[in-house]
């Protein structure tokens, strides 16, 4: 079944506590990405990649880290998580660099205490 | 600051009648624009796009009106379903991003 995966589906850490939230595909897609979505903002970009080893900022990129080793896998890390990054993050990808028919997977509900 | 806006932040409507979902947006520069749907504890799914160069697009019930002078997008979803009721994101493409709105909420009374 082609979809995409994150773990964990829920988290709940305390400020500075390095965290990754994983994110993996299997339709062997090339562009892959993170959101947040926050109340009344929506969905907002993290980052995102077009290929293995070329990611770049989204809109808001301040306090997260992204990479991308493999093509299947792009990972989200929070090196020292803040209460503000309190969020549901989904991660998408799509066959190609352009942004249509991204699919999303089931997100992530992180709590920052 | 949003670039992507969708004023109305609920809706509600009756089943077999038509809904119009609304978006704005400010910069010329993006050349593709989707809707997404979403239902609860699952990620958004695609639900219809339309290219800048496009007025129009439709597929089955859903159809987008893209206004490039004014800067407007709408969905119009005919004729409303009870499977429906979900929240729509509007979405703009541009330089390998992807912009969104902070959602409608749909709710298609029985």
């Known amino acids: 079944e082609a979809q995409v995966t994150q773990n964990p589906r829920y988290l709940i850490t305390v400020t500075g506590k390095k965290l990754t939230v994983t994110c993996s595909q299997n339709?062997?897609?090339?562009?892959m990405s993170w959101y947040r979505q926050d109340p009344g903002l929506g969905l907002r970009q993290i980052y995102y990649?077009?290929?293995?080893?070329?990611?770049d900022k989204g809109d808001v990129p301040e306090g997260y880290k992204v990479s991308r080793k493999e093509k299947r896998n792009f990972p989200l890390i929070l090196e020292s998580p803040s209460p503000n990054q309190t969020s549901l993050y989904f991660c998408?990808?799509?066959?190609?660099?352009?942004?249509?028919?991204?699919?999303f997977g089931p997100g992530t509900r992180l709590t920052v205490l | 600051d949003q670039q992507v806006k969708q004023n109305s932040p609920s809706l509600s409507v009756q089943e077999g009648r038509i809904s119009i979902l609304n978006c704005d947006y400010t910069?010329?520069?993006?050349?593709?624009f989707l809707w997404y749907k979403k239902y609860p504890a699952e990620g958004p799914t695609f639900l219809i796009s339309?290219?800048?160069?496009?007025d129009k697009n439709e597929d089955g019930r859903f159809t987008v009106f893209l206004n490039k002078s004014a800067k407007h997008l709408s969905l119009h979803i005919v004729p409303s379903q009870p499977g429906d009721s979900a929240v729509y994101f509007c979405?703009?493409?541009?330089?390998?991003?992807?912009?969104f709105g902070a959602g409608t909420t749909v709710t298609v009374r029985a």
């Open positions: 339309i290219s800048s160069i496009k």
């Open positions: 979405a703009a493409s541009g330089d390998y991003k992807l912009s």
């Open positions: 990649s077009m290929n293995v080893e070329v990611t």
């Open positions: 910069n010329s520069m993006f050349d593709y």
């Open positions: 998408a990808s799509s066959p190609g660099v352009d942004t249509d028919t991204q699919y």
């Open positions: 339709m062997n897609h090339e562009y």
